[in-house]
């Protein structure tokens, strides 16, 4: 089984930069254990062509902003990754979530591989920062068109139309926000934690923490 993760990413804010390095360690030790690869999703205005691939980073034409970009350069990056990778499932999430892949790559292999689509539901529509797809449904997305609205109500409404949800149990993407202080939940069923404080800096020792937590890797 091979799996893809489009990261989406943006370096506007410097505590963006420092997530990045810290999800390429434990993104990279998985693509060391499983058929996996990983890109960062970025857009940029003064590209020469319409997207690009350097090493883990795709690089989208355009101005970085949630409506439209958001949704565009996730459609962007999906034509081109059906152009030059075989794949099963893709992963669409952000770079403020930090994954457990060890309980992501079990999910993945529980889904059908053609034809469906895992999510976490919040506030009734489908939260961006989990959506597992079939190569086959990740193209039929690619299909439908941007209609200038933030891109998971976008997602929720589009893939409704064409394709089986699998919700998975929201208990397994714990929020740590808002100032959050307490003991980290027990990673052993956590899909995804995401993070998002108010100080982006308390994101960082989050992700320090998780690090040691969930895949051991110590970073001072």
């Known amino acids: ?21 810290l999800s390429q360690l434990y993104n990279e030790k998985m693509s060391q254990q499983y058929n996996y690869k990983y890109f960062y999703l970025q857009m940029k205005e003064d590209l020469s062509t319409d997207i690009l691939e350097d090493g883990h980073f795709l690089y989208v034409k355009g101005k970085e902003c949630l409506v439209p970009g958001m949704y565009d350069k996730l459609v962007s990056a999906i034509r081109y990754l059906d152009t030059r990778y075989e794949y099963d499932h893709l992963l669409r999430t952000n770079i403020s979530s930090f994954w457990n892949m060890y309980n992501f790559f079990e999910l993945a292999q529980k889904l059908p591989s053609s034809g469906a689509a895992g999510i976490v539901v919040f506030n009734q529509f489908i939260s961006g920062t989990g959506v597992i797809m079939s190569k086959d449904v990740a193209n039929t997305l690619a299909t439908y068109p941007n209609q200038n609205s933030l891109d998971d ?42 993070i998002k404080n108010a100080n982006r800096d308390d994101d960082v ?5 998780l690090l040691k937590i969930v895949y051991d890797i110590q970073v001072d």
Not at 1 to 21: A, G, R, V
Not at 205 to 209: D, I, Q, S, T, V
């Open 1 to 21: 089984m091979k799996i893809l993760s489009l990261i989406l990413y943006s370096d506007d804010i410097p505590q963006y930069k420092q997530l990045m390095t």
């Open 153 to 194: 109500v976008l997602i929720t409404g589009h893939l409704i139309k064409f394709t089986q949800i699998s919700q998975v149990d929201d208990s397994q993407m714990p929020y740590l926000c808002d100032g959050y202080t307490e003991n980290i939940p027990n990673h052993s069923n956590v899909l995804y934690y995401r």
């Open 205 to 209: 020792k989050l992700f320090k923490r």
